[in-house]
T-cell receptor, first 114, second 113 residues
Framework: NAGVTQTPKFQVLKTGQSMTLQCAQDMNHEYMSWYRQDPGMGLRLIHYSVGAGITDQGEVPNGYNVSRSTTEDFPLRLLSAAPSQTSVYFC?????????????FGPGTRLTVT | QQQVKQSPQSLIVQKGGISIINCAYE??????FPWYQQFPGKGPALLIAIRPDVSEKKEGRFTISFNKSAKQFSLHIMDSQPGDSATYFC????????????FGAGTRLFVKA
């Protein structure tokens, strides 16, 4: 199993440009989510999905769109990039255990917006 | 508004020592408290987790202590090793079937050889 894969690893955008961060998982997990990681702020949830066709907003959804047409894929779209979106983005897939949720994170995409 | 407060921000421990990282929360609806370990350039990985009906959970050298009345929980790393040098995040998940996980700000641990 490849686990959770993310592309690209690095990206530089100019203000106002749009792009899509790709995320795929091969573990057949129901739940997928996108986080951004900024220094001193931990990980903050952007959007999440509890199954194909179902998405919802997290803590910091503004400026981002998601869709989930298949169980495997969960792309994150930046509509009009802003310098405030400079961050490291992590995709995660999760499944429910008897105790809670086990989340598997991808390797991340480092995005710089100039 | 930081719903999960983590301290310290950074920590230096001698090899063989005990590393202690603390977290506090306000929302009593949280029902699952995982800890994640992150190495540079990698995504976080689940280390250990606890539910609030348990006061302590141990897995190898890693122990979570949970104080429900104080709304605090902590990670203890016994016999700390240089390979434990990483950033550690505490987190909390909202209950009643919820999925959203709130993370603390992270603690950078450095274990001196």
């Amino acid at each position: 199993n490849a686990g959770v894969t993310q592309t690209p690893k690095f990206q530089v955008l100019k203000t106002g440009q749009s792009m899509t961060l790709q995320c795929a998982q091969d573990m057949n997990h129901e739940y997928m989510s996108w986080y951004r990681q900024d220094p001193g702020m931990g990980l903050r949830l952007i959007h999440y999905s509890v199954g194909a066709g179902i998405t919802d907003q997290g803590e910091v959804p503004n400026g981002y769109n998601v869709s989930r047409s298949t169980t495997e894929d969960f792309p994150l779209r930046l509509l009009s990039a802003a310098p405030s979106q400079t961050s490291v983005y992590f995709c995660a897939s999760s499944y429910s255990t008897g105790e809670g949720f086990e989340q598997y994170f991808g390797p991340g995409t480092r995005l710089t917006v100039t | 508004q930081q719903q999960v407060k983590q301290s310290p921000q950074s920590l230096i421990v001698q090899k063989g020592g005990i590393s202690i990282i603390n977290c506090a929360y306000e929302n009593t609806a949280f029902d699952y408290f995982p800890w994640y370990q992150q190495f540079p350039g990698k995504g976080p990985a689940l280390l250990i987790a606890i539910r609030p009906d348990v006061s302590e959970k141990k897995e190898g050298r890693f122990t979570i202590s949970f104080n429900k009345s104080a709304k605090q929980f902590s990670l203890h790393i016994m016999d700390s090793q240089p390979g434990d040098s990483a950033t550690y995040f505490c987190a909390a998940k909202r209950g009643t079937g919820g999925f959203k996980t709130i993370f603390g700000a992270g603690t950078r641990l450095f274990v001196k050889a």
